[in-house]
């Protein structure tokens, strides 16, 4: 009990995140008996304005997302690629952020796909910059005619934010 009268007084400053779209009325979902997520069943492919988004958090403090910077701008087959995220904690308390790294691929259905993640702790007035590696590997995309995974060629953009609708930051890399 004292625990929740800690978060909801503002003692404690929550930092979880849904794991799931909560879409804002039920007539949104598709048919009960239609197991393909490409119809709206997740974040990646759902087209509406969501009652609480993929990675959504509540929290009693203020992040601010102020750059973003990679190491390349040209990724290829077998690269890493360093993003460095500056956030700030521009709240009077402190708290957790939870950093997430979407990629829209080109070529690719979904609107963005989740790529990584970072859970940090700031003290109020805190500045930090936050790094996510992803890897080429995890850019690769089913071909369905050679029957294989392939890095697509074309221009990826690297979206970063508090969840999958509340994007921050955004940065344009061409894969060769």
Not at 97 to 121: H, M, W
Not at 129 to 138: E, L, M, N, P, Y
Not at 159 to 166: F, M, P, R, W
Request: some cysteine.
């Amino acid at each position: 009990g004292h625990a929740i009268a800690d978060v909801l007084f503002g003692k404690y400053n929550p930092a979880g995140r849904t794991t799931q779209t909560w879409v804002t009325s039920i007539d949104e979902l598709p048919n009960m008996m239609d197991y393909n997520i490409r119809n709206g069943r997740t974040y990646m492919y759902y087209k509406g304005k969501p009652l609480y988004a993929f990675g959504h958090g509540l929290s009693y403090t203020k992040f601010d997302y102020t750059s973003i910077a990679t190491d390349k701008e040209i990724i290829h087959n077998g690269d890493k690629i360093n993003i460095d995220i500056t956030i700030k904690n521009a709240g009077n308390m402190n708290g957790e952020e939870v950093v997430q790294v979407y990629a829209k691929i080109p070529g690719d259905d979904a609107s963005k796909r989740l790529k990584g993640f970072c859970r940090t702790n700031m003290t109020i007035g805190e500045s930090k910059i936050v790094r996510i590696t992803i890897d080429a590997k995890d850019l690769e995309l089913w071909n369905l005619k050679d029957d294989k995974f392939e890095l697509p060629k074309g221009t990826l953009t690297i979206q970063v934010g508090s969840s999958s609708e509340d994007i921050k930051l955004e940065k344009n890399i061409s894969i060769k």
